[in-house]
């Protein structure tokens, strides 16, 4: 199976390129025909580094008969790149956020669906065995009603938030998602959040964020998101019901301690990697059709919470999602 990652430009693509290049019957090629010439983190010179096949333009790309593609690119070009997959009936995954605009998730919504092929949001949590047991059990009812919900996640600053966004862009859908999918896509009704940009220095960049949703069920949920200068923590989730409660942690810690060499503290999560069981699902899926995780509809109601969740923090009033 051919499958393509389209731009060196997310902190991921390599973490994607390196899995996609050692996985049994996947024929990797790639392309960033965006990078500057001669940048030694883009383009054909990762590429040589990878060991992978790059090609120049994106119309080579899709001209070889992909049958996936993985859109790492910078959010403003995923539109088009979705676009042009969805034309050459290549099924997508796509890194978070889809957009920024509603309207260009809609139409890159629009293109797959047009090319009988589904868009997937890269949200690896969603793809683990454990989510899905807890997925289930919910529905079969183990907690009773469901009531509540508290989620957190805290990353490392990436270096790229004045480009990338802030700790609300690049944490809270994690944790939506996650919401998402145990609502079998619940539509949100109200949104109220409050940030702070103490770490991140910038007026515009926030680096903590507390955001509560209340869906048309009434259930809600509040979510903790920000970055953090210890190791990653999250996604976790914890689902509140009327007669129990059920924990989801995408990260547990298995070991922890101290790194002399960095001065920093050191853990190692349990479980599979989640980018590697994601990946796995998404080739399984282009061949089988039995798919799992986020579609782009599911991202697009993320980014609805997203953008009401920074007008709230504006405004400091909660606002309600039509």
Same mark, same amino acid.
């Given at each position: ?20 290049? &050692?996985?049994? !019957? *996947?024929? #990797?090629?790639? =392309?960033? @025909?965006?990078?500057?010439? $001669?940048?030694?983190?883009?383009? %054909? ?67 797959? &669906?047009?090319? !009988? *092929?589904? #868009?997937?949001? =890269?949200? @690896?949590?969603?793809?683990? $065995?454990?989510?899905?047991?807890? %997925? ?73 964020? #507390? ?112």
């Amino acid at each position: 199976m051919k499958v393509a990652v389209l731009s060196f430009a997310h902190e991921r693509a390599e973490t994607y390129v390196r899995l996609l290049r &050692d996985m049994p !019957g *996947v024929d #990797l090629v790639t =392309a960033d @025909p965006d990078g500057a010439a $001669g940048d030694p983190v883009r383009g %054909r010179a990762m590429a040589e580094r990878l060991g992978v096949s790059y090609v120049d333009s994106w119309d080579e790309v899709f001209a070889s008969g992909v049958e996936g593609v993985v859109v790492t690119s910078e959010v403003d070009r995923r539109r088009e790149l979705v676009d042009l997959a969805g034309e050459a009936e290549a099924f997508v995954l796509c890194e978070q956020p889809l957009a920024t605009k509603e309207a260009d998730v809609k139409a890159m919504v629009d293109a797959c &669906d047009i090319g !009988g *092929v589904r #868009l997937t949001v =890269a949200s @690896p949590a969603c793809f683990s $065995g454990a989510f899905a047991a807890v %997925r289930q059990g919910i529905a079969d009812g183990v907690v009773g009603t469901l009531t509540t919900v508290h989620g957190s996640y805290h990353s490392t600053p990436s270096g790229r938030g004045e480009v990338d966004g802030g700790a609300l862009a690049s944490n809270a859908p994690f944790l939506l998602d996650l919401v998402d999918a145990v609502l079998d896509g619940e539509p949100a009704e109200q949104v109220y959040a409050q940030t702070n940009n103490v770490l991140s220095g910038h007026p515009g960049v926030e680096s903590a964020a #507390l955001v509560t949703v209340r869906y048309s069920s009434g259930m809600v949920a509040a979510i903790d998101c920000g970055w953090s200068l210890s190791p990653p923590n999250g996604p976790a989730v914890t689902f509140v019901g009327d007669r129990a409660s059920v924990e989801y942690d995408a990260s547990p810690r298995l070991l922890g301690g101290y790194d002399a060499a960095t001065g920093t503290a050191r853990w190692e999560p349990g479980g599979a990697d989640p980018y590697a069981v994601m990946l796995k699902d998404f080739v399984s899926a282009v061949d089988n059709g039995q798919w799992t995780g986020p579609d782009g509809a599911a991202g697009l109601r993320t980014l609805r919470i997203i953008q009401a969740a920074y007008e709230s923090a504006q405004t400091g009033q909660p606002v309600d999602i039509g």
